[in-house]
């Protein structure tokens, strides 16, 4: 049963350190979507990579965050420095071709005190 | 830009009520709909899809039709049950400027007591 992986599955960490959060998507999808998601925002989608290119990372705040995919079998989100404000559960999606459906992990919930 | 606006919740029914969540969306072209459900400490699963106008999505009772000329995509369920109490979001996924943005709406929980 084909699933997206998602480490760490909660995350504590203080003010100011690096959080790199890891999704494994799922095997031959060429999609990779990374969202966050609060009470007060709701879902929000934070970068989109098309065979590991970034087609979209609109919703991301460039000057701390920053996504990549290094291999087809990993895509990461990482925060630096990283602020309260960014306590959140962040979402890694997958989907076999564009416009199709997602295959979303479990989550990472991040708290940074 | 596309958008996507769900009834807010949450949804409080008795076990054996009809539901109906109602979605209504913007976009600019011809976009695919979709429900996911998310069930507590889990991520967003695929409840249903339809890909062009008058298509029905069902899936374990959950029905949805896509309404072009109202732009809706309402879900209903004819009886729930305390097992379906969970967030559901309403989604499109249209083609802007050479890529599929995916667009979900902000959930509305359902709750079913017995």
């Known amino acids: 049963d084909a699933r997206v992986t998602q480490t760490p599955r909660h995350k504590v960490t203080e003010m100011g350190q690096e959080v790199t959060m890891r999704c494994q998507p799922i095997l031959g999808h060429n999609t990779v979507f990374w969202y966050r998601q609060t009470m007060m925002q709701g879902l929000e989608l934070l970068a989109y990579f098309r065979n590991r290119a970034p087609l979209d990372d609109s919703g991301m705040p460039k000057d701390r965050f920053s996504a990549e995919m290094p291999d087809a079998t990993l895509a990461t989100l990482k925060i630096q420095p990283s602020e309260p404000r960014d306590s959140a559960v962040y979402f890694c999606a997958s989907a076999p071709w564009e416009g199709n459906i997602q295959y979303f992990g479990a989550g990472t919930r991040l708290s940074v005190l | 830009g596309d958008s996507v606006t769900q009834m807010e919740g949450p949804v409080t029914l008795s076990e054996e009520a009809f539901l109906t969540i109602n979605c209504t969306y913007t976009?600019?072209?011809?976009?695919?709909l979709f429900w996911y459900v998310q069930y507590p400490g889990e991520g967003l699963q695929l409840l249903l899809k339809?890909?062009?106008?008058?298509d029905k999505g069902s899936n374990k009772g959950f029905e949805a039709t896509y309404r072009k000329e109202t732009t809706s995509f309402h879900l209903e369920k004819g009886s729930v049950q305390v097992s379906d109490s969970a967030v559901y979001f309403c989604?499109?996924?249209?083609?802007?400027?050479?890529?599929?943005?995916?667009?979900f709406g902000r959930g509305t929980s359902l709750i079913v007591h017995p």
């Open positions: 989604a499109l996924s249209d083609l802007t400027g050479g890529s599929y943005i995916p667009t």
């Open positions: 976009a600019t072209g011809y976009p695919s």
């Open positions: 339809a890909t062009k106008a008058d």
